[in-house]
């Protein structure tokens, strides 16, 4: 079956650092969504990602789809305090099919 | 406006019982998904509920099954509960399947 790995699966970083998490999907994706999950927290929807080779950016964020939809990743420049949780993908499978896979996530730490 | 409301926040139980976890989506929302988050872990997709019928599972046994009402909220039905079950089960809603989801806070349940 369809499965999602993201690496790193933790990282501490001083803050100030960028911080990248790559996820990579064994099946070609429809779309990939992003998710944060605070300590204790639910996951919390940061981004979709539909198009091959599609860059967005959200303030000091930004994801990349691969050109081939089987892969993504997340960059975080200088990074801050508040940025610290783990941070998930999620692949859409191909049309017809509405599950979403969730990688492995990314436990970031952030150093004050 | 209410985001997504899971009842009862914390549950346990016992092996060999059953559990009902109930999941009102957010206003709007039409669709709901389920998932089973273990500690460590990303959320696995146990089913998705799209006008009262169930459109996609996951790779979970029987045991595990659901229903979405008409006014679109959703309730978990485990069966015959084993200890492994001892999760955070996360309902997500979205409109039309394929947009963002929007996670309740989840519901810690223990299987002692």
């Known amino acids: 079956g369809q499965q999602v790995m993201q690496i790193p699966q933790y990282q501490h970083v001083q803050e100030g650092e960028d911080f990248t998490t790559y996820c990579n999907s064994s099946t070609t994706l429809s779309n990939i969504q992003w998710y944060k999950q605070r300590p204790g927290g639910h996951p919390v929807f940061l981004i979709q990602?539909?198009?091959?080779?599609e860059v967005k950016k959200q303030k000091r964020l930004t994801f990349q789809f691969g050109e081939a939809k089987k892969n993504s990743s997340l960059h975080i420049t200088a990074t801050q305090t508040t940025d610290v949780g783990t941070y998930f993908c999620a692949g859409g499978g191909a049309s017809g099919t509405y599950k979403y896979i969730f990688g492995t996530g990314t436990r970031l730490k952030v150093l004050a | 406006d209410a985001g997504v409301t899971q009842s009862p926040t914390h549950l346990i139980k016992t092996r060999g019982q059953q559990v009902t976890l109930r999941c009102s989506p957010k206003?709007?929302?039409?669709?709901v998904s389920w998932y089973q988050q273990a500690l460590g872990q990303g959320p696995q997709f146990i089913f998705q509920y799209y006008e009262e019928e169930e459109r996609q599972r996951g790779n979970f046994p029987d045991r595990f099954s659901g229903h979405q009402f008409p006014n679109y909220s959703s309730e978990l039905n485990v069966n015959a509960l084993l200890l492994g079950d001892s999760a955070l089960y996360l309902c997500a809603s979205s409109f039309n399947r394929v947009t963002e989801a929007f996670f309740g806070q989840g519901t810690r349940l223990t299987v002692v």
């Open positions: 990602l539909v198009k091959s080779g």
């Open positions: 206003s709007g929302h039409d669709t």
